[in-house]
């Protein structure tokens, strides 16, 4: 799980009602994406994989017809003292009018 972006067949249940829950709600402008790495390896390496778990999570939901530009993917890097499994992108803020 090291090093790795893809979106997890486990995580594509979550990113589908994540894709219907913003297309029900017309009032969400903004949904930012907040992807995260463990401590393993440097910072140097887990911001830039961080992101791209975000990036892939965003990919994921505008296949899904999420409009992109409501969208926002941001790595966050380490996300210290949590089990390796929970280290993706972990959740979703949302802006409303």
Sequence with gaps: MWDKSDILPT???TLRANA???LSRPDIKR???LGYASEEGPLSHNLPLSQ???DAAFEYLRSLGVP???LRAQGKGES???P???HRVDYFEVETD
Excluded: C, F, H, Q
Aim: charged fraction near 30%; hydrophobic fraction near 45%; aromatic fraction near 4%.
């Design 20 to 22: 219907d829950a913003i």
């Design 84 to 86: 390796l499994y929970l």
């Design 80 to 82: 210290p003292g949590r």
């Design 31 to 33: 949904v930012t994406i």
């Design 52 to 54: 791209r778990r975000a």
């Design 11 to 13: 995580a594509e249940t």
């Design 68 to 70: 992109g530009d409501i």
